[in-house]
């Protein structure tokens, strides 16, 4: 497709489930970025991957929080032992690898913990 | 550090009239400066960015926005609202030459009709 491609698009579990949410992110976008919304809130920083460089994994909340990234294309964001403050809706962007040139955003999932 | 703030957490306007959605950052050295729209239940959508040169940058929509190195600001500008502007802008701060992005806690806009 022509976007960012996020999955699933809406995610409900008990809390202590393990979740794994999907990016697939534009052809050619050596760049890619996670983000977590909270309800009304703005974006919190969690992870971006640069190419063959090392990801910048500052923004991750927990050692409960890790994401991969396959070569140049599809990236995992995986949460273990979901805990009730993590629901919200998780963002996926990608860019080429260039700075100034801007994100591209996927529709994010929306996750939500019982 | 870097660090974006969006003074307010509302903006109301009359369709028709002028909007002006600000923004001021913090950034050690030449800064990127993005703004985005988001519509319900969507991602962020880009609006336009400075990078260097003219201090007015257009972009989508007909909005605009003033660069404004010695307040460190970069106010999202539109001559005339409309009722489908309404939704949630995020500006967002990079260092020249990172890829670290920090946005704002965003800024909804009402457009009354």
């Known amino acids: 497709g022509a976007g960012v491609s996020q999955s699933p698009s809406n995610k409900v579990t008990e809390k202590g489930k393990d979740v794994e949410l999907r990016c697939d992110p534009i052809?050619?976008?050596?760049?890619l970025y996670w983000y977590r919304q909270r309800l009304g809130q703005g974006l919190e920083f969690l992870i971006y991957?640069?190419?063959?460089?090392?990801?910048?994994k500052s923004g991750l909340p927990s050692d409960r929080f890790s994401a991969e990234r396959t070569g140049e294309s599809v990236s995992t964001l995986t949460i273990q032992r979901t805990q009730q403050e993590d629901s919200a809706v998780y963002l996926c962007?990608?860019?080429?690898?260039?700075?100034?040139?801007?994100?591209?955003f996927g529709d994010g999932t929306r996750l939500s913990i019982l | 550090a870097q660090s974006v703030a969006q003074p307010e957490d509302q903006v109301n306007v009359a369709e028709g009239n002028p909007l002006t959605v600000k923004c001021t950052y913090s950034v050690s050295g030449n800064p990127y400066l993005f703004w985005y729209v988001q519509y319900p239940n969507r991602g962020l959508q880009f609006l336009l960015k400075?990078?260097?040169?003219?201090?007015l940058v257009k972009g989508s929509y007909g909005f605009e926005a003033e660069f404004n190195k010695s307040q460190t600001s970069f106010h999202l500008k539109k001559p005339s609202a409309l009722v489908s502007d309404s939704a949630l802008y995020f500006c967002?701060?990079?260092?020249?030459?990172?890829?670290?992005?920090?946005f704002g806690a965003g800024t909804r806009l009402f457009v009354k009709a």
């Open positions: 967002a701060v990079r260092n020249t030459g990172g890829f670290k992005t920090i």
């Open positions: 991957f640069q190419g063959n460089s090392a990801p910048d």
């Open positions: 962007a990608s860019s080429f690898l260039v700075s100034n040139q801007p994100q591209h």
């Open positions: 400075y990078i260097t040169g003219d201090n």
């Open positions: 052809s050619g976008h050596t760049a």
